[in-house]
């Protein structure tokens, strides 16, 4: 085929930060085909050396203001493993529901906001306030309900106070948990037509086998908050062991570090876990995936945006059993603890080295902390989801290239552009890819 | 914060508060809504909560915190259906220091728009669509919008003046 295609998105819109997408086709031949990151590292690892581990949740939950909670619990586990420290049943319980929450509210934002304009044919959100008011009011509310849980919860809309190292400094009291449980019902009236519209959409078809990466465990729980790191190509390690899952590596058109696993690149993410971890799911989420077709192994990556509505009914469903289970059992007020900078040594610690291994909205999230004998950390390293998709978003595009050239270049353009928002990149966050090396004077 | 576009550079002001704002800043409660937006860990971006904690005692005061999340407040201002919204919230026009003016809507740019961050002009559309209001930005020129707590001095009188004005004119 003798076609020419120039694509050069600068820089993409409704994704978080600034990354650019480049297409060269010159006579039916795919020249180049990028997904540029240009976004300055943050240096988040830098800013940890020599700060407290039990400061290092408020500090790293500023790395993202949608995964803010993610952050928090990679931190804090992070942090825990490195000291030896085992949270309660009861600290666990919270947590996950705090993820949950998160998970739910960044979803929902993707699939209205981001994913539903190019589906219903507009070019952004903003003529959706015209057209489908209802729909864009709806979205904001069950955000605003999510945010408001978080409230109640951990102390703030983004960037919990309570949830730190050891605990939580705050326990709901009953009337916490009602209106926590009353606000979550609220969503559940607004889920059903959430559905609807998730199943009116149609996803652009298109197919490419690669690995799903996500936390997987032995139990009969959707495995968010802990578990191993497996994988759809057979592996499955420990999480201490995450470096050989991403085997980081630098390209020079991307100031996020690139990953590969057992093939050329792999997937995290909302359709990564629903490949993995599929009968897991709540039967609500499992019945709407079975209405809408999608399952493992799903390789359209088109999709994701599916899975995150499926993971929407299974976070809100579980969230809801989470606090009856609370309203039901009661909570254990005396342990709540305040530690602070653990000036009193209220926490042991030694010194060690911790991994956190976290399901956040765009994928798993790693966080390794070396910690000294005084809880200081030594040296860090933060894996971000994004940061593991843009190599197979890349793979994608030059799949996906080829087989759309058929189509006008705009139509291409879209495509592209459609294909990286599926994924929901937060390319600000992805962006850590300097190794700076320290020099003492 | 609001991020002007373009940038409109204003050298000459003699006054940081207009004749025309403080006409617009003589609140009825009984049809107006108070609406302030700002992150007050981030220095001068904090003015808007700023104004709100010098305002949430006046009784009979219609008064919105938004923070730094104002696309949660949607729901409870049609429910209040004002006629008139004031939003104060800190905006780079590159004015003198503490200055306020009304930033016409069309010099927000929705660019921003993501999961993260939603304009404050994209929020007030979405208002528009279920109640008939008028909507004033107020902007107020910061000096600084670094990490940290508090208000630079020339923020913070302006932001005194501003409550003062709106308490005098429910109160008299």
Known sequence: MSKNVKVNVEYLTRVEGHGNIVVNVKNGKLEECRLDIVESPRFFEGMLRGRSIFEAQHITSRICGICACGHTLASIQAAEDAIGFIPTEQTIKLRKLLLHLENLDSHILHIYLLVAPDLLGVKSFVPLIHTHNDVVRRALRMKKACNDVCDVLVGRHV?????????????PKEKDIDTMLEILESIQVDMAPTIELGASLKFPEFQRE?????????????????????????????????????????????????????????????????NLNFEKLHPKAKKVANAIGLKPITTNPFLNTAAQLIECIHSLEDS????????????????????????????????????????????????????????????????????????????????????????????????????????????SCSAHFLNVKYIDC | MIL?????????????????????????????????????????????????????????????????????????????????????????????????????????????????????????????????????????????VCLGEGLSEEVKKTADQIIEIIRKSILK
Do not use: W
């Open chain 1, 159 to 171: 960037h919990p106070i309570s949830a730190i190292v050891g605990g939580f400094t705050k326990l």
């Open chain 1, 210 to 274: 690669t690995e799903y990466v996500g936390l997987v465990n032995d139990t009969d729980e959707y495995p968010l908050l802990s578990g191993d790191i497996g994988s759809t190509d057979g592996l499955r390690m420990d999480k201490h062991d995450y470096k050989k899952i991403t085997n980081e590596f630098v390209v020079p058109h991307s100031s996020a570090k690139h990953t590969k696993a057992s093939r050329d690149s792999y997937m995290v993410g909302a359709l990564a876990r629903v």
């Open chain 1, 320 to 427: 809801i059993k989470i606090l009856k289970e609370f309203k039901n059992d009661g909570v254990d007020y005396a342990q709540a603890i305040t530690v602070g900078l653990n000036e009193n040594g209220q926490i042991p610690v030694k010194a060690g080295k911790g991994v956190g291994a976290v399901e956040v909205p765009r994928g798993i999230l790693f966080h390794e902390y070396e910690v000294d004998k005084k809880g200081m950390i030594v040296n860090a390293n933060c894996i971000i989801p994004t940061g593991q998709n843009c190599n197979n978003i890349e793979k994608d595009m030059q799949k996906l290239v080829p087989e759309v050239l058929d189509k006008n270049q705009d139509e291409i353009t879209l495509l592209m552009e459609m294909l990286v928002r599926a994924y929901d990149p937060c390319i």
């Open chain 2, 4 to 144: 002007v576009f373009p940038v409109q550079r204003i050298f000459l002001m003699l006054n940081t508060l207009t004749a025309d704002i403080i006409e617009l800043l003589k609140i009825n409660p009984d049809s107006d809504l108070i609406v302030a937006v700002g992150n007050s860990f981030r220095s001068d971006d904090g003015v808007g909560p700023y104004i709100a904690q010098g305002l949430e005692r006046i009784k009979d005061l219609k008064l919105i915190n938004a923070g730094y999340t104002p696309e949660n407040i949607i729901e409870d201002v049609i429910s209040l259906a004002p006629k008139r919204i004031l939003i104060f919230d800190a905006a780079d026009f590159r004015g003198k220091f503490g200055a306020v003016r009304i930033i016409p809507e069309d010099k927000i740019p929705q660019t921003t728009l993501s999961t993260h961050a939603i304009p404050l002009n994209v929020i007030t559309a979405i208002i528009r669509q279920s109640i008939q209001t008028e909507i004033y930005f107020m902007g107020i020129q910061p000096k600084s």
